[in-house]
């Protein structure tokens, strides 16, 4: 079936932004974008071919804003829209005993609750008209850990969770549920995961793959089959690595990355002004 509309979570920034780009410019697709920042939504609707972009501002920890949001879909796409693309998230490294309840929760509500709560308002219309797809964009982080990122790690397997059982659940039902799952990203996502003010310019984290080059790939996504999908050109070793190599990978994730990340953080505490 061929899309040709779309609703995109996270769409100010990072991958998201890219996204939608991508599905405007290269699909044809007329896209409703959301996320909190507003001046950010309306620039990018500025930059698209008028009446291409939609966009609805607004904080998906918000439970009425989700509820909102879909209502708004419901209307402006007549029944839902083909594509439900889950992209917003947050990232945060920290020590795991210093982590407060308010973080962790936060971390669960816009990574793994409210997809989890749009996905189930898009799975019904589009299960009725048998056609549609639920896209998560989910992290190699949802099949490998990493020190300093467990609630962020552990809101990404759920998602992977959440995906495997629905494409069981909806085989044969004409609606597609996948994931895609990036390797570290050019985004503002490590800025805001070290607690840093994501400026305009992206944050260069080492050994980051492109926006561009993650978006354009998600996108050919949509027209394969495949309930995991591994965008860009790192991803797939990640996660083959860690399933064929598991010793040397828990040597080596257990032995450099606690460090690497250990310093990310005191130069992100020691270099943002109070
Ligand atoms: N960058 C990476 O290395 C990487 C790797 C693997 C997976 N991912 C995943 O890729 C997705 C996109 O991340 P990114 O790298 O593009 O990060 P990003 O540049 O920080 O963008 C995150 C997006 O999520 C939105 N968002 C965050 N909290 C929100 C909330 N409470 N309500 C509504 N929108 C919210 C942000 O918009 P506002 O701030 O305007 O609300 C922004 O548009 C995430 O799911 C992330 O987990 C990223």
Redo the contacts with the bound molecule.
């Keep these: 079936m061929t899309l040709k509309t779309a609703l995109v979570?996270?769409?100010?920034?990072?991958?998201?932004?890219?996204l939608v780009r991508r599905l405007v410019l290269d699909r044809s697709l007329t896209v409703l974008a959301?996320?909190?920042?507003?001046d950010?939504?309306e620039s990018l609707r500025a930059e698209l071919p008028p009446g291409m972009v939609l966009i609805e501002?607004?904080?998906?920890?918000?439970e009425g804003?989700r509820a909102h949001l879909w209502g708004r879909s419901m209307v402006a796409f007549q029944g839902g829209p083909d594509l439900l693309v889950?992209?917003?998230?947050?990232?945060h490294y920290g020590a795991f005993e210093e982590e407060t309840a308010e973080t962790l929760r936060?971390i669960v509500?816009?990574?793994l609750i409210?997809p989890m709560d749009l996905a189930r308002r898009a799975i019904g219309p589009m299960r009725a008209r048998g056609s549609g797809q639920v896209l998560?964009?989910?992290?190699?982080?949802g099949f490998v850990g990493l020190p300093y990122s467990a609630a962020?790690a552990s809101?990404?397997h759920a998602v992977n969770g959440l995906v495997q059982s629905l494409s069981y659940e909806l085989r044969g039902s004409g609606v597609r549920v996948w994931a895609s799952?990036?390797?570290?990203?050019?985004?503002?996502?490590?800025?805001?995961?070290l607690g840093e003010r994501?400026g305009d310019a992206?944050r260069r984290?080492p050994l980051?793959?492109p926006?561009a080059r993650?978006a354009k790939s998600i996108v050919r996504g949509l027209d394969r089959r495949s309930t995991f999908h591994f965008p860009g050109r790192s991803?797939r070793w990640v996660v083959e690595a860690h399933r064929l190599l598991p010793r040397p990978f828990d040597w080596f994730m257990g032995r450099w990355s606690p460090g690497h990340f250990k310093r990310e953080m005191d130069r992100a505490r020691t270099s943002t002004p109070k």
């Design positions: 979570t996270g769409a100010s920034a990072g991958i998201g932004r890219e959301t996320a909190r920042r507003e950010r939504l501002p607004g904080d998906l920890a918000d804003f889950n992209n917003a998230g947050i990232g936060a509500e816009v990574n409210a998560f964009v989910s992290s190699v982080l962020y809101s990404k799952c990036p390797n570290r990203t050019e985004s503002e996502f490590h800025a805001v995961a994501p992206p984290a980051a793959e926006t993650v991803a």
